[in-house]
């Protein structure tokens, strides 16, 4: 039963039969990741909690960051030495993916968490109070499949949190926004709905926003090391250095993950438009549908801001974002035909003519 007390259901099952049947060994077992630390995996399985690495072949299988297993990834395991630890032969079809592009300018996918049925945004009710930002994190967020809900913690903190929660509303039309301290111990049943047996909710937001203090409130001990807010610059120190996935008193799962000092953007799968749903709403509106919202006659969306409806930063804020996404989905594109080509290169070497060329235009 230690498996079903980490989400195992049916679903899952029915997904692993299917999954199971693409492969030739039979004697796998199923088993969560809860633990990412590189090379190496920490796995719940029927046994327990044991170490976990990839097998070579799926290693050599998998051509993306992206492709490789995750916090909350549920995988195929064949277990070694009586149980000890374990290979992982196979990831199932994930049912969301919280993702973010990797920093610098690597173009690589990085999995954050994935098979989350909340995304937990935090933002802690000091200095690090920050709408513009939570506005990428919702983008992220609704690419993801899971349901966005925006914690402000620290309220005991704040002297005007009423004030900043209306705020951070009017900038995520139709999120729930919740204001709590773990200090007081306010806003807890407020989040019991999230974290019922057998959900998923997973933590994220900036360093030092309080995200590992939610997971010890929440569990009801100190699962994760903490530290006290600067003086300075009223942020927390940042403690997480990796992500981990836990099982609550309630019955929930919870997924804690390191601060993000910055969040770039991976791709756009209709986030973008969902996270600014009022921009989306007055461009309906507009005279030409390719409005670009920057000088047209008839554009609803400038009206908007000229009537006071909509907020100027916030139309500024859209149009940054969605050129950068654009710019993003361009140069992934051209690394996704990089890599494709030395692909087929590579298993075609001696093909006549442009074979492998032909490959890469029906990509």
Same mark, same amino acid.
């Given at each position: 039963?230690?498996?079903? /007390? ?21 004697? #796998? ?46 995988? !195929? ?30 173009? =690589? ?5 994935? %098979?989350? &049925? ?7 009710? %000091? ?10 994190? #919702? ?18 903190? $704040? ?5 900043? !929660?209306? +705020?951070? =509303? ?13 200090? *007081? ?41 903490? /530290? ?15 992500? =981990? ?21 991976? +791709? ?9 749903? &009022? ?6 509106? $507009? ?14 969306? *400038? ?24 710019? /993003? ?5 051209? /690394? ?28």
């Amino acid at each position: 039963m230690i498996i079903e /007390q980490y989400g195992w259901n049916e679903a899952w099952k029915s997904k692993w039969q299917e999954k199971l049947a693409e492969l030739e060994n039979k004697t #796998l077992e199923p088993g969560r990741v809860v633990g990412d630390f590189g090379s190496k995996y920490r796995v719940i399985a029927g046994t327990g909690e044991i170490w976990a690495e990839l097998s070579g072949r799926l290693r050599h299988s998998l051509t993306e960051s992206g492709s490789y297993p995750a916090v909350g990834d549920w995988v !195929m395991l064949a277990m070694q030495d009586g149980g000890e630890h374990a290979v992982i032969h196979g990831v199932l079809p994930r049912r969301s993916v919280i993702s973010r592009k990797v920093a610098g300018s690597t173009q =690589e996918e990085q999995i954050v968490a994935s %098979n989350v &049925d909340t995304l937990f945004l935090v933002s802690a009710l %000091n200095d690090d109070f920050n709408v513009r930002r939570m506005e990428r994190y #919702l983008i992220m967020a609704w690419n993801s499949g899971a349901n966005p809900v925006i914690l402000l913690t620290k309220a005991d903190l $704040c002297s005007d949190a009423e004030h900043k !929660m209306a +705020e951070m =509303e009017r900038a995520a039309p139709g999120v729930p926004v919740h204001a709590v301290s773990a200090l *007081l111990g306010d806003g807890r049943e407020d989040l019991l709905p999230y974290i019922g047996a057998g959900q998923t909710v997973a933590l994220t937001g900036s360093s030092g926003c309080g995200k590992s203090t939610m997971v010890n409130w929440l569990s009801g001990r100190n699962l994760q090391l903490t /530290q006290d807010v600067r003086e300075g610059d009223s942020r927390g120190r940042h403690t997480t250095t990796h992500r =981990e996935l836990f099982v609550l008193p309630d019955g929930g799962i919870i997924v804690d993950t390191p601060g993000m000092r910055e969040l770039q953007l991976w +791709e756009d799968d209709g986030g973008l438009d969902l996270a600014f749903g &009022d921009i989306s709403g007055f461009a309906g509106e $507009c005279r030409f549908s390719d409005c670009s919202h920057t000088r047209e006659e008839g554009c609803a969306v *400038l009206a908007a801001v000229e009537n006071g409806l909509l907020e100027e930063k916030r139309l500024l804020n859209y149009r940054k974002t969605q050129k950068e996404l654009k710019y /993003q989905n361009s140069k992934e594109t051209k /690394q996704k035909r990089k890599t494709l080509a030395a692909a087929a290169k590579s298993t075609a070497p001696r093909a006549k003519g442009n074979s492998w060329q032909r490959v890469l235009d029906e990509y």
